[in-house]
């Protein structure tokens, strides 16, 4: 029996429990918000962010805004995006950074990476990113709920558990401190990640929640109910094999050679073990995807466009940072 097993993680019944209870206190309360919007839902186009704007819209009855960062998402993605905001009737905003940002971005991770590798480094710079974006409209606009579409154990648990603190939302700059020390980035580039001393004393920050790490999750019952829903075009572009984010393959390729496995393969063998994924599927997957990968063939085509688009050679792909050296804040 494996260390997992016989440690259980830190998310029991009882944590969950109260973050339902929370949960629904505040999405029943939330309607009675006097903003404009009732709640801002990060809209990726995968699975589990179309089904969030779905349960947040239809079951809960909010006025949402659907919001997206335009970077580095698949036309399988938008294609799903389009099709459930038009659907569901609700208002969209897309953001679209500057396109030269992310490329500089992630050709100097991919350079630089820490000792986890490519997955970890890129991710753990990214997504703050995003997150940063969203809580910067929900806070221009006076809406008082961000919701976003993580399963359970996304992001690591150090960072998140259900909710952002409210120290790391009101008070902490989110600036890698490595990219600033890098003398890589203008100070106008470092100004996208999140600080909420930019804002004047006295601004009413958002609540950024994970509604998924207190629902009940089961990655297949999602999939099939976008598909039922029509909130995706076909079965499988409910997969996050198809929807997953251009660059991700190229992180999954620098990782796999370096390592010798798939970075993503300990995430999902924690939802098997919960029950919230099927093993049987996930078999026969992981093999196919490391395939791919290895082979740049089919979706793994996506790590020879990428390493194009970044202007890098497979040679780039270095480790040459210590453990922690682009971890976010934590709470």
């Known amino acids: 029996m494996c260390a997992f097993c016989r440690h259980p993680s830190q998310d029991t019944t009882s ?180 600080n909420p001393a930019r804002y004047p004393g006295g601004t009413r920050f958002p609540r950024y929640l994970a509604p998924f790490h207190a629902w009940d999750y089961d990655q297949e019952m999602v999939m099939r109910e976008v598909h039922r829903l029509g909130l995706v075009a076909r079965r499988s572009h409910a997969s996050p094999v198809h929807s997953n984010y251009p660059i991700n393959w190229l992180l999954m390729y620098s990782d796999l050679k370096r390592f010798g496995y798939n970075p993503y393969a300990p995430e999902f063998c924690s939802l098997i073990r919960e029950g919230k994924a099927r093993r049987a599927q996930w078999r026969v997957m992981f093999p196919v995807v490391d395939f791919m990968i290895r082979r740049k063939l089919l979706l793994g085509a996506n790590t020879t466009r990428q390493l194009r688009w970044l202007g890098l050679s497979e040679k780039e792909l270095r480790i040459t940072q210590p453990l922690g050296a682009y971890d976010p804040p934590l709470a």
Not at 94 to 107: G, H, I, T
């Open 15 to 194: 944590d969950r429990q109260r973050w339902r209870e929370d949960l629904e206190r505040t999405l029943r309360s939330a309607k009675a918000s006097s903003g404009p919007y009732d709640a801002l839902v990060c809209l990726s186009g995968g699975k589990d962010s179309l089904y969030l704007l779905h349960r947040a819209k239809v079951e809960y009855g909010l006025n949402v805004l659907a919001f997206t960062t335009a970077a580095n998402i698949p036309e399988v993605a938008w294609t799903s995006i389009e099709l459930a905001v038009r659907r569901l009737g609700v208002d969209h905003l897309v953001y679209r950074p500057s396109d030269s940002f992310y490329r500089k971005l992630f050709a100097f991770l991919l350079r630089n990476q820490e000792a986890r590798g490519a997955v970890y480094t890129v991710s753990y710079v990214y997504a703050p990113l995003f997150e940063g974006d969203a809580l910067a409209v929900a806070t221009e606009r006076g809406i008082p709920l961000v919701l976003a579409g993580y399963s359970p154990g996304q992001p690591e648990p150090e960072r998140m558990q259900y909710e952002f603190s409210r120290k790391l939302v009101c008070e902490t700059d989110w600036t890698p401190p490595a990219l600033a020390s890098s003398g890589h980035f203008t100070a106008a580039e470092l100004r996208r990640f999140w």
